[in-house]
Structure formats: C-alpha cells, structure tokens
C-alpha cells in the first residue's frame, strides 16, 4: 500500500515544486546568490519521477526505496539536489519495514532515519537551512507518536511544521533575515511535503482542515509573508565561482574521508554521497580541474556539470528587476538612459549611483554578447540610450547591440575601463541633445590616464622587452605593460609615479578588487598619498576580479 502511495503522490509534489522553481530561484541567497535552487530540486525530483515509472505495477517497498535512491543520487543538481537526494533516500529506507496499514510511528522511523542520512552527508550543517526543517518536522512526528495520533493528523501536523520552520530560518541565518527571505532550499522541501501530504490523503493542493490544534492557513501564511524576494547584486556568499558536480564511479575501495578532506581543501559545500561503488561528487571550487584529476585517480567521472556561480547569481538578480519593472506602472519614457558594463559588484554600485540604468556583468575574462546588451537597453525606459563597454575587448559588441536596436536610438561611448566611464558620466547634459551629450562623454573619457594593476599567468615580456615570469605583478599603463615586479603595493606605487612624471595631475580615482583585503587596500593609498601629497585620492572598492588595483588619474 505504501509503495503505491509514493508513486502515485511523488509525481504530484514534484510537479508542484516545478511550478514555484522560478520562484524557489529568487528566494536563494545561501550559500550563494546563484539562483538555481529551484531548478536543482525540480531536476533531482524528476529523475526520481522516472525511475519510479519504470518500476513494474507490483513493485513493493524495497524496489520502491532503490528506485528513489538511485533516482535521486544520479540526478541530484547542486548542493540543494545532493542534500534532497540524501533525505528522501533516508525516507524511503526508513518506510521499507513499514507496517501496513501505515502508522504514525512509521512516518516518525522513516523521518528520523532522514535526518540520520542527511546529517550524515553535510561535513558542517548550518541552521536555517533544508536540514533545519527536515529536523523539527522529525521532532513533531515523535511527538504525534507519542500521542498516537492517526496517520492523518501526523502528516498534517508535519507539514504545518514544515511551512512554521521555514518561517523561523530567518532568525537562524543572519543572510536570510538580511536579504528579507526564507532558505529557498527549506521552501521548495515545503512545498513538496505539502503537496504530496495533500495527494495522499485525496486533497487538493492547498491544505486544509486541519485534526491538530494548529491552525494551517496561519502556518502558511506565516512562511509566505517571509518570502519577500529582494536583489541581491553582492557576490558575497562563497569566494569560489563554480559549482562542481559530477557521478563518480570507484574501480576500487577508496578512503571516503580522505576524498572529502581534500574536497574541503579545494573549496566549499563538499557533499560526497552514495556508497561503493556509484557516487555523487559536489564541490564549489576555483579549480574544477584539480576537482576531476583527484577523483580520476580512484575511477572514473561522468555527467560533469560545472556551474559559474557568479554569472547565475546576476541573472537572477536580473530577473528580479524585470519581474519588478513588469509590476510597477508604465511611465513615461526619459530622454536619455545609460547602460554600463561592470566587473564587479562596487563598480556596478558606483555608476548606479551616477545615473546608469541597466548594469551588465562582465569584463576581461567574461565578455558579454550582443544579446546580453541588448537586453539590457531594452530593459532601459528612454527614447535613447548610451552604452558605456568599459573594456575595449566588449566594444565591437556594444556596436552591434546599437545598429540591431529597431525601437530605440543607441550610441555608444567606447570607454575601455570604468574610470574613463566615471568621468564620462560626470560630463553629461542632461538638457542637451543626445548627440551632443555622447561628443561631450566620448570626450571626458579620452582625456582619462588609467592603470591597472594584475597578475601575470603565462611568461611574457614587458614593453621595453624585460622578461615576465608568471605569477609576477603587472602594472599596466594606457594598455601597456611599464612595471613588473613582485608586490601590488609597490607595481601600484610605482605606476603612479611614472604617470605624474609624465603628466602632472589632480586626483587619483582607484578600486581595490575582490582579491585585496580592506587592510591591504589602505596599505596601498596611504603609500600614494605619502609619495604624492598633492594628489587628491579617491578610493572605492570595485570588487573586480583578477585585478587587485584599477585606477585612473585626471
């Protein structure tokens, strides 16, 4: 009875949590503001669906409980996918000796059996999380045991517990309460217990008509009025940009905790699950390859998926911001709109502030398209629009955005770096006829001396033709290697000097990037303003990557 039950509800709830994954992907800002928490648990969720519906018509508990735990192991998608494969596999193991008819003391073995495998899995859980829930809806299932209560009123108090634990994350997770959500992960876990609860007992989607003493509209609505979606433009949840994921197949014994030392040593949120010999492989790392070397080692990798974490979390915010313009009421259009592109979230802050309209992420290593651009001005309510590339390699797409736009007017500023876009934006019109507003921008950008400070990643040669060994500290100036040496503080320092040796000017706008610390950062400005006391400093943090130190002298 129960192994029908399942695959008959199963279905349901997945399909349910397929329908809020879009929204499920806006909640996420732990451990990263990536945004796929949804569609990770929708992917996990249905390739349970398909093992389930390969099972024969009198498959019993135990074929049941494989079939979920293969399901959910082989398609288990990021760290909220491997840690839900986890706890339906403790669910389905749990029901295997289930009596029949199911009892309330059922439900609490194959919940406690849940919590036991899931903990299992996570080297370092944190409160307010998937597994938060997962622990007080086991406590509540005790308790209804305790009490004997039917199997009814144990699913309905569970699922009310569910929806009032998902309230409470915000209150563990000082992230969550700074970013208005509850845990995205917890939510869709929610969502999912409350539909396949309803399936099972022949409700519709919204329950209802509660046996317990709570009152399960408020338990709702509790959880919901927490679900308050905001942007979220800081990349702050994790130092590492991708989310590596992969099956693993061992062709021999290997030392488990071993492997997940060294998981730990390459990043963060490590999850290695299964047993000998399939396994399923989740890290957040900067070197998915030493990833793959490792486990190659022990046998052989297959369904590779690596993720940028970084480029997911501003697509989410970007869809945020269209969801919020689509809401609010037409207005009418402005005369002028800026689109600027930004290598980091300081950057983007800064013009924001200036005037831009629509910030599209990007930068050396990660150009946007033509398509992202465009995009982007259509986003912006003007009549005309002025894009800012802020790199030179992004220019020729900026040009073609411009001559593809049919609806809009578009021009382009070719500024090469952010500071030159400072100053452009400083020497807007705002009366002026966009033509002459573009020659006055194109104008102030030109007469910009910028430098950039980054680290060499192959051997090279310097303009004057002296060797550059990789890992030394370039300083580049105009587009030109002039400084090579071992510390930015001194490459920094000394580009300066040979910039105001060649034209003496007034003030240094700089950017620390997201690899500096702040003490490093003021290091680096208090040796400027010692050696150049009549230089007017103005220091930012651009939170670009790759580039400790960006700067621009006028």
Request: aromatic share 6%.
């Given at each position: ?7 008959t ?45 390969a099972?024969p018509?009198?498959?019993?508990m ?25 706890i ?22 194959a ?24 622990r007080?809806i ?8 305790k ?5 009814e ?10 929806y009032q ?14 970013n ?5 992960g917890?939510?869709?876990f ?9 399936a099972?007992l022949?409700?519709?989607?919204q ?12 338990a ?11 942007a979220?433009?800081?990349w ?21 905790e ?24 989740h ?8 990833v ?6 022990f ?10 974490m970084?480029m ?5 915010t ?6 919020e ?20 979230s ?5 013009l ?13 290593t990660m ?6 651009l ?6 912006v309510n ?5 894009i ?21 007017r ?20 705002p009366?002026?006829?966009v033509?002459?507003?573009v ?5 102030a950008?030109?007469?910009v ?6 680290t ?8 004057d ?17 002039d ?6 503080k001194?490459?920094?320092?000394e580009?300066?000097?040979r910039m ?6 007034d ?8 690899d ?35 700067f621009?002298?006028?």
């Amino acid at each position: 009875m129960i192994a029908k039950t399942i695959r008959t509800c199963f279905p349901v709830a997945a399909k349910a949590v397929a329908d809020k994954a879009e929204d499920i992907n806006k909640l996420n800002v732990f451990p990263v503001p990536d945004g796929d928490t949804g569609t990770n648990m929708s992917l996990t969720l249905g390739s349970v669906v398909k093992e389930l519906s390969a099972l024969p018509a009198d498959a019993d508990m135990e074929a049941v409980a494989g079939a979920i735990t293969h399901g959910s192991l082989m398609g288990a998608r990021g760290n909220s996918g491997v840690i839900t494969s986890q706890i339906l596999r403790g669910v389905a193991e749990g029901l295997v000796g289930a009596g029949s008819p199911t009892s309330s003391a059922d439900i609490a073995q194959a919940l406690r059996r849940a919590v036991k495998v899931a903990f299992q899995a996570v080297r370092k859980p944190v409160e307010g999380t998937i597994l938060t829930v997962l622990r007080d809806i086991s406590t509540k299932a005790d308790e209804c045991e305790k009490k004997r209560l039917t199997v009814e009123e144990t699913l309905d108090a569970i699922v009310v517990e569910a929806y009032q634990s998902v309230a409470r994350t915000p209150d563990l997770l000082p992230v969550l309460k700074e970013n208005g959500v509850v845990d995205s992960g917890a939510f869709g876990f929610a969502i999912f217990l409350e539909n396949f609860v309803a399936a099972a007992l022949g409700r519709t989607a919204q329950v209802e008509d509660f046996a317990t003493t709570f009152d399960a509209g408020s338990a709702r609505d509790s959880a919901l009025d927490r679900v308050k979606i905001e942007a979220n433009d800081d990349w702050e949840g994790s130092e590492y940009r991708y989310c590596n994921e992969f099956l693993f197949r061992a062709e021999r014994p290997f030392d488990e905790e071993e492997c997940l030392e060294f998981l730990a040593s390459m990043g963060d949120c490590e999850l290695l699950v299964g047993a000998y010999p399939d396994y399923k492989v989740h890290v957040h790392s900067n070197t998915p390859n030493l990833v793959l070397e490792h486990m190659l080692r022990f046998g052989q990798v297959y369904e590779v998926f690596i993720h940028n974490m970084d480029m997911e979390s501003h697509e989410r915010t970007a869809k945020i911001h269209a969801d919020e313009q689509a809401a609010a009421p037409a207005e009418p259009a402005k005369p002028i709109g800026f689109v600027a592109v930004a290598a980091g979230s300081g950057q983007a802050e800064i013009l924001t502030s200036m005037g831009v309209d629509v910030i599209v992420f990007g930068g050396q290593t990660m150009n946007p398209s033509t398509a992202d651009l465009l995009d982007a001005v259509d986003r912006v309510n003007a009549e005309a629009v002025i894009i800012l590339p802020d790199n030179g390699n992004i220019r020729m797409a900026a040009e073609a955005a411009a001559s593809a736009c049919a609806d809009k007017r578009v021009f382009v500023v070719p500024t090469k770096t952010v500071p030159q876009a400072f100053s452009a934006l400083f020497a807007v019109m705002p009366d002026a006829p966009v033509e002459e507003v573009v020659e006055a921008m194109a104008e102030a950008a030109s007469e910009v001396r910028d430098g950039e400070v980054t680290t060499a990643v192959r051997d090279s040669q310097a303009a004057d033709g002296s060797p550059i060994r990789s890992g030394d500290v370039m300083g580049i100036v105009s587009g030109s290697i002039d400084v090579v040496g071992s510390d930015v503080k001194d490459v920094t320092l000394e580009c300066v000097r040979r910039m105001q040796a060649e034209e003496e000017g007034d003030t240094l706008t700089i950017l620390a990037g997201s690899d500096l610390s702040d003490e490093a950062f003021e290091e680096i400005v208090a040796a400027i303003e010692e050696d150049q006391p009549d230089l007017e400093i103005d220091p930012h943090r651009g939170e670009q990557p790759l580039y400790p130190v960006i700067f621009s002298i006028e």
